[in-house]
Nanobody
Framework: QVHLVESGGGLVQAGGSLRLSCTASGSILKVRFMGWYRQAPGKQRELVAGITSGGRTNYGDSVKGRFAISRDNIKNTGYLQMNSLKAEDTTVYYC??????????????WGRGTQITVSS
């Protein structure tokens, strides 16, 4: 029903920046929430940043002041601007969206993930 596609991952030097995007496609009436999560080795998956349809944002403690999330409601696309990247940011980042469909149904959908590697 809904497909999420992430882009913008890759390799970057410590202190540098990357910008991720996540686009939702399908019979979408509204994307209520869109965010990124990550899971470091040996740890549970954690929220990196999230944004509601109204533009309210929240961030994980480890990225506050460094990352910024935004969205384009018309394009059903979310963006994650990552600045001052550190080696410990290295992992796979997953996009998640909570979606209202034209059928009246709701659902949560995940992207396949994109690898971020920060060299020290």
């Amino acid at each position: 029903q809904v497909h999420l596609v992430e882009s913008g991952g890759g390799l970057v030097q410590a202190g540098g920046s990357l910008r991720l995007s996540c686009t939702a496609s399908g019979s979408i009436l509204k994307v209520r929430f869109m965010g990124w999560y990550r899971q470091a080795p040996g740890k549970q998956r954690e929220l990196v940043a999230g944004i509601t349809s109204g533009g309210r944002t929240n961030y994980g403690d480890s990225v506050k002041g460094r990352f910024a999330i935004s969205r384009d409601n018309i394009k059903n696309t979310g963006y994650l601007q990552m600045n001052s990247l550190k080696a410990e940011d290295t992992t796979v980042y997953y996009c998640k969206a909570d979606v209202d469909l034209f059928t009246g149904e709701t659902g949560t959908y995940w992207g396949r993930g994109t690898q971020i590697t920060v060299s020290s």
